[in-house]
C-alpha cells in the first residue's frame, strides 16, 4: 500500500490526512501533540483553534470565505463537517463549539483505518518520501531548519502585511494615477489629502484601539516593517515624510502638489487589487476601515486583506512551490496551512486538501489536475504561487477570482455570479476527481 507522511495535526494536516485515507493511502500522521505542545496550543486533540471559535462568513453567495467552505464541503471536507456538526449562534458567521469542534475532527480520523498517529516531534524530511507538512506558524526550530534547506533564503518569521482594497471601491475622483517625478509607467494609485484631512487622519490613528499580541508574538520591530500607527507617534509630520510624502506628485484636479499623499501599488496583474503602500499596522480591522477611511479615495473603500503584523512563519511560496502545493526542486514533498502563505482557517484547511488531492494522484500515476481558477481555493493556490517580489500571505477574497466576462456593477450581482462560476466549476471538478 502507498503511504504518505503528514506532519502536523492541524486543519490542513486533519484535511490532508482524511483525504488520502479515503482514498486507500496509508497516512502516517505525526504531531508533538500531546508530548510537547507549541506556546500557543494546550488541547491533545488535532484541530485546535487557537484565537478564535469563528471560521468567518458563511454567506456562499456574499463572502469568499463562505464560498471556500462551500467548496470544501463539495470535495468532502472533514473540517468544514465538524464545523456544520458543532456550530453555535453567530448571525452570518459559522462559529463552532472550539473543543467539540477539535474532539470531532480528533475521532473522525482516528476512527479511519488508514490512519496511524505518532506522537513525535518530526526533525528531518526525506525528499524521497511521499510528505505533506502542515506544522503552521509555530513550527518548531528543527523542522525550519530543514525546511531551510529545502527552500534557501526563503522563509519569513513576522508577517507584516498592509492592506489591501478593491479598486473598483476607491471614490471617483478622489485619486489619480501617477508616480513620483513621472518616473515608471503611472500604475500607482495616489490619493491626496489636505492638511485638515492629514491632521484628523493622524489625530485618529494615534487613538484607535490595537491587536494586542500574544507573548509569544512579541518582537523587536524593526524599521522596515515599522507599523504606521507608531511612525506617526514619532511627530506630526513623520508620516509626510515617509510613506504619505507627497513630493514628486501632482493632483491634476488643482495642478498642486497635495499636502499628503497615500499611493497604492497593484497587487494583481488584473488591477482589481491595490496594496496600501507602507501602511503595515496593528490596528484592529474594523478600526483600520474607519481611520483609513478619513482618507477621501478610501471613503468606502472594500478591504480584501486588513494590515496585520504577528509571529507568522510562512515560505515565499512564488519562489519555492509548484502551483500542486509542491516543492520546485522536491515534487514527492509538499506543503499546506497557513505556512504557504494562506491566511486564516479555513484558508490552512483548504490548502490542506488541495496538496491532499494533488498529492494522491501524483502517487497513483493520475493525470495531474489542478482546482479550477475560478475557485476560491484555485485562485489562492495561484496568487501563492504567482510571482511577486513583495509577497505576503493572503486570505479568501473575491478580488483573487478571475474577472467576469463582461460588466456586473451591482457588487450584490457580482459576487453572486463569481459563486455561480464557482460552485459550477467545483462540481466539474470533483466528478473529474473521482472518475
Not at 500500500?1 to 503528514?6: G, L, P
Not at 490613528?205 to 516593517?225: N, R, V
Not at 506630526?236 to 515624510?241: G, I, N, P, S
Not at 473603500?301 to 522536491?330: C, Q, W
Amino acid at each position: 500500500m502507498n503511504k504518505v507522511k503528514v506532519i502536523g495535526a492541524g486543519l490542513a494536516g486533519a484535511e490532508a490526512a482524511y483525504y488520502l485515507a479515503r482514498k486507500g493511502i496509508k497516512v502516517e500522521l505525526y504531531d508533538m501533540k500531546p508530548n510537547k505542545y507549541t506556546p500557543a496550543h494546550k488541547s491533545p486533540n488535532f484541530s485546535e483553534l487557537v484565537c478564535s471559535n469563528s471560521l468567518k462568513s458563511n454567506d456562499v453567495y456574499g463572502n469568499a470565505a463562505g464560498l471556500l467552505k462551500q467548496e470544501m464541503r463539495i470535495l468532502g471536507s472533514v473540517t468544514m463537517a465538524a464545523a456544520d456538526k458543532t456550530a453555535v449562534p453567530a448571525g452570518g458567521a459559522l462559529a463552532v463549539d472550539r473543543e467539540k469542534f477539535s474532539e470531532s475532527v480528533t475521532e473522525t480520523l482516528l476512527a479511519q483505518k488508514n490512519v496511524e498517529f505518532i506522537s513525535e516531534e518530526v526533525k528531518d524530511i526525506s525528499p524521497d518520501e511521499y510528505t505533506i507538512i502542515a506544522t503552521g506558524p509555530l513550527t518548531s526550530e528543527p523542522l525550519i531548519k530543514k525546511l531551510e534547506d529545502f527552500a534557501p533564503d526563503s522563509l519569513s518569521f513576522y508577517d507584516a502585511s498592509a492592506p489591501i482594497v478593491s479598486f473598483e471601491s476607491l471614490e471617483e475622483g478622489k485619486f489619480f494615477f501617477g508616480d513620483r517625478y513621472g518616473k515608471g509607467n503611472g500604475d500607482h494609485v495616489n490619493c491626496p489629502m489636505d492638511k485638515e484631512e492629514y491632521d484628523r487622519f493622524i489625530d485618529e490613528l494615534l487613538s484607535a484601539e490595537k491587536t494586542e499580541l500574544h507573548e509569544f508574538e512579541k518582537t523587536e520591530i524593526f524599521e522596515g516593517c515599522m507599523p504606521v500607527e507608531i511612525m506617526a507617534a514619532r511627530g506630526k509630520d513623520t508620516l509626510r515624510f515617509g510613506p504619505l510624502k507627497p513630493v514628486g506628485l501632482y493632483d491634476p484636479v488643482t495642478g498642486k502638489r497635495p499636502y499628503a499623499c497615500l499611493q497604492l501599488r497593484k497587487e494583481n496583474a488584473e488591477g482589481t487589487m491595490y496594496n496600501l503602500v507602507g501602511f503595515q499596522t496593528n490596528l484592529k480591522f474594523g478600526e483600520q476601515k474607519r481611520v483609513f477611511g478619513i482618507i477621501p479615495a478610501l471613503k468606502n473603500a472594500e478591504y480584501l486583506r486588513y494590515g496585520v503584523m504577528h509571529r507568522n512563519t510562512f515560505i515565499n511560496s512564488p519562489k519555492a512551490l509548484n502551483p500542486d502545493y509542491s516543492f520546485k526542486n522536491y515534487p514527492k514533498v509538499f506543503l499546506a496551512g497557513q505556512i504557504t502563505g494562506v491566511e486564516g482557517y479555513v484558508e490552512s484547511a483548504a490548502s490542506g486538501l488541495a496538496a491532499a488531492i494533488y498529492c494522491e494522484r501524483k502517487i497513483n500515476g493520475k493525470e495531474p489536475i489542478l482546482a479550477p481558477s475560478v475557485t476560491v481555493m484555485g485562485s489562492l493556490a495561484r496568487y501563492i504561487t504567482t510571482d511577486n517580489k513583495d509577497f505576503q500571505p493572503m486570505n479568501a477574497n473575491f478580488g483573487i477570482l478571475p474577472m467576469l466576462n463582461g460588466v456586473i456593477k451591482d457588487k450584490s450581482k457580482k459576487k453572486y455570479a463569481l459563486a455561480e462560476r464557482s460552485l459550477s466549476a467545483i462540481n466539474e471538478f470533483y466528478k473529474e476527481l473521482e472518475q
